[in-house]
């Protein structure tokens, strides 16, 4: 049974940072490609980032770009992801998955930048 467990969220004013985290079990970790969504206030889900397989390849949605980070350890099986430096509009629900859509995800860790 694939289970995705997210912790790492919190509350932070604009400019700050955090890291997340998802621990990852029952499937082939280090063979899947991983990804970040987020579900913001009142919206659908939106993809943020993806990993290789071997975290070589890393690739963002345009709004993050240069501010958040993805990363892996295979050893771990533990996907992570570097907010800095956070936007208001980088609240939300913050998913990993193994798709791009969201359709297999845990049940996430809450992010609330204030102004």
């Known amino acids: 049974e694939v289970r995705l467990v997210e912790s790492g969220g919190g509350l932070v004013h604009s400019g700050g940072s955090l890291r997340l985290s998802c621990a990852a079990s029952?499937?082939?970790?280090?063979?899947?490609?991983m990804n970040w969504v987020r579900q913001g206030p009142g919206k659908g889900l939106k993809w943020i980032s993806e990993?290789?397989?071997?975290?070589?390849?890393?690739y963002y949605e345009d709004s993050v770009k240069g501010r958040f980070t993805i990363s892996r350890d295979n050893a771990k099986n533990m996907l992570y992801l570097q907010l800095n430096p956070l936007k208001v509009e980088d609240t939300g629900m913050y998913f990993c998955?193994?798709?791009?859509?969201?359709?297999?995800r845990g049940q996430g860790t809450q992010v609330t930048v204030s102004s």
């Open positions: 998955s193994l798709d791009r859509f969201g359709k297999i």
């Open positions: 029952g499937f082939a970790f280090n063979d899947t490609f």
């Open positions: 990993i290789s397989s071997s975290g070589t390849f890393t």
